[in-house]
Structures are given as C-alpha cells and as structure tokens.
C-alpha cells in the first residue's frame, strides 16, 4: 500500500512539474524549466522506465538544450525519445515518427542535410504514398535543406535536395500545381548560381508557364517569376527579351491593380543600361514606360 501511495504521489509530481517545464520553455525561462524539469527527474525514477512520460521528460530536456544553441546536448536526448517511441508504440507509429522529425529537425541545424533528410523522408514515409496527404510536408522539409546548403555555399547539394523537392511537390500536386512552379524557380536560382545556364532558363521558363496559367494577372508569385526570369536573361546580355518579361510583368501588374511590381526597378535599371535615361525616370516615377521592346 505504501509502494502504491508512493507511485501515487511520484505521478502527480512528474505530471505538475512537465506542465510547469513546458510553460517555462514557451516563455523562454529555460533555467526554471531546467529546475522542473530536475524535479520532473526526481520523481520519474520511481516510474516505470517504459512510462511514456519520461520519454516527454526527454524530449523537453532536449528542446531546452537546443533552444539555448547546444545540439551536441539534445541529440542524445532526442535519440532517447525515439528509441522509447519505438519501444512502447512501434516504428511505424505517429509517436517514433514524431520523434524522428525532431531529430531530422536537430541534424538539419547542425548542417548535416543527408542525415536530416533521411530521417524526414523516414519521419514521412506515409507522404511518399498516393492519397496519404503529406507530400507537402516533405518538398518543404526538403526544400529548407536546399535552402540551408544554397546559404552555406553548397550549390550541388542544394540542387539535389531542390529536386527531391520538386519530385515530391510532383508526386503529391501533379506537374501543373503553382507549387511545382515554386520548387522550379528555387531550382532555376540554384543551376543560375553554378552558371548552368541552359538548365537554368528551362526551369525558369516552365514556372512563369505553370503560374500564367494557374494564377491571376497581379500576383505576386507571378510577377517574382516575370522578374527573376527577366533579370537572368539580362545577366546574359540578352536585353531585349529581358526587356520584353519586364514590360509584361508591369502590364500584369497593372492590370490586375497589384502593388508596384518587383520589375519596375530592375526594368529602370535595365533602361539606364540602354542609354534610355528619359524613359527610366518615368517609370521610377510611376509613368509606364513608353519605349518600345
């Protein structure tokens, strides 16, 4: 009877002191989470070592670790998350697969995007099925990690991981969804970077056709399309057909009453290039442009 009052009493005190760690961490008191937590501790050693709450006690002492920049810290308590996961619920299960998002999201900050990727794609197996619903999930996830390597410099990496993404969008949306046409312009910026040009103006090209035909006249999605294609034309010398995606964009602007596009500058930029100074302080004063293509 006293075992039992005492497990009792050890339960409410881990439940009162995981809530009070949990608000902590939301307020950003990581050193009164980290004593709740201790107390949380305390009182989950006369617990069940299988009782899914430790595993919660883990995972917060892990979220407090990486929350204050120590990764090194929180990787082994994550891992310990999954490993009780998997034990209690099954590999397959949306508690281990919760888990292993949270390591894929640890490994993604340390820069290490294959692991993280790995377990993404694990985390979110069921998107990879048709009907499941969660593809999206993973092109995005993928394309963060694009995102990260195209920041630290890491072009082929980058792509790789863009195409994964591409792929994925594909497979959950079809070829014609704006989202590919959002994946192939992060593509087209990667292949321009590592001056494939070719490759470059085909994804570009397919995007702006995906958004003509899914979007109105005016969006943004659209005219950021118009203008990256457009200035990548210009770094080619090829100012006529820059010029010609730059007059389109502000026509599409105009006529779906957007807010000043994103081509007005670099158009006016493109002007002063020509030697059509006249011409770009209209338009930089918010005149259309009256030049010719």
């Known amino acids: 009877m006293a075992l039992s009052l005492a497990g009792c009493a050890a339960d409410r005190v881990l439940r009162r002191q995981l809530t009070a760690a949990d608000r902590a961490i939301h307020h950003a008191r990581f050193a009164e989470a980290e004593r709740a937590l201790e107390a949380a501790e305390l009182?989950?050693?006369?617990?069940?070592?299988?009782d899914p709450r430790r595993a919660e006690l883990w995972r917060l002492k892990g979220d407090v670790a990486l929350l204050q920049n120590q990764p090194a810290k929180a990787l082994p308590l994550y891992e310990k998350v999954h490993a009780a996961a998997v034990k209690a619920y099954g590999p397959a299960s949306p508690e281990a697969a919760a888990a292993r998002l949270d390591l894929a999201e640890l490994r993604a900050a340390k820069g290490e995007t294959r692991a993280a990727e790995a377990l993404f794609r694990s985390a979110l197996s069921d998107s990879e099925?048709?009907?499941?619903?969660?593809g999206g999930d993973l092109a995005t996830r993928l394309s963060d990690l694009a995102m990260?390597?195209?920041?630290?410099?890491?072009l082929a990496e980058a792509e790789r991981l863009y195409r994964r993404s591409l792929e994925a969008t594909e497979r959950q949306f079809g070829p014609s969804h704006p989202?590919?046409?959002?994946?192939?312009?992060d593509l087209g910026l990667v292949l321009q970077s590592q001056r494939r040009d070719a490759h470059a103006e085909k994804a570009y090209r397919r995007a702006l056709a995906i958004r003509e035909k899914a979007l109105p006249a005016g969006h943004?999605?659209?005219?950021?399309?118009?203008?990256?294609l457009a200035l990548f034309l210009e770094s080619r010398g090829l100012y006529a057909d820059a010029e010609k995606l730059y007059r389109r964009a502000l026509e599409l602007a105009e006529q779906g009453k957007a807010p000043r596009s994103a081509?007005?500058?670099n158009y006016a930029s493109l002007l002063r290039r020509l030697g059509r100074e006249a011409e770009?302080?209209?338009l930089e004063s918010g005149s259309p442009s009256k030049g010719k293509p």
Request: aromatic share 2%.
């Open 220 to 228: 943004p999605d659209l005219d950021a399309t118009l203008n990256d």
């Open 43 to 50: 009182a989950g050693l006369k617990l069940w070592d299988g």
């Open 263 to 265: 081509a007005r500058p």
């Open 179 to 185: 989202l590919v046409a959002a994946r192939l312009n």
């Open 148 to 154: 990260a390597s195209q920041a630290e410099g890491k």
């Open 280 to 282: 770009a302080a209209a």
């Open 129 to 134: 099925k048709p009907g499941a619903g969660r």
